[in-house]
């Protein structure tokens, strides 16, 4: 099993930035990984990938202004949000995987931690 644990959520004023950690209890530089957002009251979304071979996707209300990145000698997983936006808020889960068709599969979830937007 992989073990997951979020941080870095805090309380951020509309424009500002900050950066969410996720690490891993073992190694996953060959799995997928993926940022899931849960707005309150909402479902959870995905809003960012990375692949083994470090391609990334992002959903468009992100695109540009996220970015996902991983350290794998750290077995870390980063989110970096920029001019962050009212309806980014909510809770941020990152999840492992492996890839099927093309698709990662998600195995593996962390407990998520919270953004709050001022």
């Known amino acids: 099993d992989v073990q997951l644990v979020e941080s870095g959520g805090v309380a951020v004023q509309g424009g500002g930035s900050l950066r969410l950690s996720c690490t891993a209890s073992r190694t996953t530089y060959k799995r997928c990984m993926g940022w899931f957002r849960q707005p309150p009251g909402k479902e959870r979304e995905v809003i960012a990938q990375?692949?083994?071979?470090?391609?990334?996707m992002y959903v468009d209300s992100v695109l540009g202004r996220f970015t996902i990145s991983k350290d794998n000698a750290k077995n870390t997983l980063f989110l970096q949000m920029d001019n962050v936006k009212p309806e980014d808020a909510g809770t941020y889960f990152c999840?492992?995987?492996?890839?099927?068709?093309?698709?990662?599969?998600?195995?593996?979830w962390g407990q998520g931690t919270q953004v709050t937007v001022s």
């Open positions: 999840a492992a995987g492996v890839s099927v068709g093309g698709k990662c599969s998600y195995v593996y």
């Open positions: 990375i692949g083994s071979d470090d391609r990334t």
